[in-house]
């Protein structure tokens, strides 16, 4: 059995493939992965809440997606996580971040306002 000390708690192993890790928090005993217990040890340090680690080593166990790119009126929208919401833009030197949509309307605004503005000088 391996001890490990992770932000004032004890984490130990189950059985000797050190595969499967514990911790006991406010007298409820947690077990996962390390990486998944160590999230729940996180996530009470944070926030006063005890989630269960296979909740959290599902969410963590996602295969990484390919991100995307795209050009849109010479403003390149980029998505690294395959997430709907978590596409960005370096727009007029800051970054605005949201869904694809709401990028694409926003950069459409703009010139439209800035052709406006054009034409009534």
Not at 25 to 47: F, H, P
Not at 77 to 90: L, Q, V
Not at 101 to 121: G, T
Request: with cysteine; glycine share 8%; aromatic share 10%.
């Amino acid at each position: 059995m391996a001890l490990a000390s992770y932000r004032g708690f004890t984490l130990k192993s189950i059985g000797s493939s050190n595969q499967v890790w514990k911790v006991t928090i406010k007298n409820r005993e947690l077990q996962g992965t390390l990486a998944a217990v160590k999230k729940s040890v996180d996530w009470w340090c944070d926030t006063a809440s005890i989630i269960d680690p296979s909740t959290l080593a599902a969410s963590s166990e996602r295969a990484p997606s390919k991100g995307a790119q795209e050009n849109f009126h010479g403003f390149t929208i980029k998505n690294d996580t395959g997430e709907n919401n978590a596409w960005y833009c370096m727009f007029n030197g800051k970054l605005i971040k949201g869904g694809k949509l709401a990028i694409q309307r926003h950069i459409e605004a703009y010139l439209v306002a800035k052709k406006k503005a054009e034409q009534a000088k």
